[in-house]
């Protein structure tokens, strides 16, 4: 089955930066674009940045943009979402994953609908 592995979660204080990462696990994602999603307790996921299949074209929502850049190296494709100036609202779960419909290169959008291959997510917390 297609999934992602999110890793880099953990505790932060505000203001401070943090950077989690993304594989693919058992399909290549390198030819898909890949959206990252957060989902805070008691709130539906939101969508908050996307990343085309070679890293040309990025997209991010509103409430992150300026402070987050995503990315994406090397061989085994390695997707990272750098967190700067974190705030006690991006804590949540963080989520990745792939464009469900062709073209599956493009960003389609930042909604979790058109996006697929769900992981098990990594837990960021932004607390004093």
């Known amino acids: 089955q297609s999934q992602f592995v999110e890793s880099g979660g953990r505790m932060v204080y505000p203001g401070r930066s943090l950077r989690l990462r993304c594989n693919s696990a058992?399909?290549?994602?390198?030819?898909?674009?890949v959206g990252w999603f957060r989902q805070a307790p008691g709130k539906e996921r939101e969508g908050i940045s996307c990343i085309s299949d070679g890293g040309t074209s990025t997209m991010y929502s509103a409430s992150v943009r300026g402070r987050f850049t995503v990315s994406r190296a090397g061989a085994e494709d390695e997707i990272s979402l750098q967190m700067d100036n974190v705030r006690p609202e991006d804590t949540g779960t963080y989520f990745c994953?792939?464009?469900?419909?062709?073209?599956?290169?493009?960003?389609?959008?930042?909604?979790?609908?058109?996006?697929?291959?769900w992981g098990q997510g990594t837990q960021v917390t932004v607390s004093l």
């Open positions: 058992g399909f290549p994602s390198n030819i898909y674009a």
């Open positions: 994953a792939i464009t469900r419909d062709a073209p599956w290169g493009r960003c389609p959008s930042l909604s979790p609908g058109d996006f697929r291959a």
